[in-house]
């Protein structure tokens, strides 16, 4: 079982870019979903979640109403569009999966329900 995320880049801040995790081994829309970051010397943090069918989506209130999670059943993969980036979501990108139909932020946002994660992708955003 291997996700994967990437497509990292350098962004100058006020920028998109869009992330993409494909799943090989998995049947993604049978799991729930997430996104988390890691900065330099900070912990990991939940970015954005979205559940199996997609009818519910979950955000970080540092992230909300600038970043969309989204899936694509037919290629088995989760996105991660992000508008307006800062230089504050400098991070490495993780996607994570789980097999388990969560519902509320309160589980999504949490790493130790994720049992698959992907290789993280570096964004670094330049002000």
């Known amino acids: 079982v291997q996700l994967q995320a990437f497509r990292g880049a350098l962004v100058q801040a006020g920028g998109s870019l869009r992330l993409s995790c494909p799943a090989y081994g998995r049947t993604l829309s049978r799991d729930s979903m997430g996104w988390f970051r890691q900065a330099p010397g900070k912990e990991r943090e939940f970015v954005a979640g979205?559940?199996?069918?997609?009818?519910?989506?979950y955000y970080a209130d540092s992230v909300k109403g600038r970043f969309t999670i989204s899936r694509d059943t037919a290629k088995n993969t989760v996105y991660l569009q992000m508008n307006s980036l800062k230089p504050e979501d400098t991070a490495v990108y993780y996607c994570?999966?789980?097999?388990?139909?969560?519902?509320?932020?309160?589980?999504?946002?949490?790493?130790?329900?994720?049992?698959?994660w992907g290789q993280g992708t570096l964004v670094t955003v330049s002000s």
């Open positions: 979205i559940s199996r069918s997609g009818s519910s989506t």
């Open positions: 994570a999966s789980s097999d388990k139909p969560y519902v509320g932020i309160r589980y999504y946002a949490n790493p130790a329900e994720y049992a698959y």
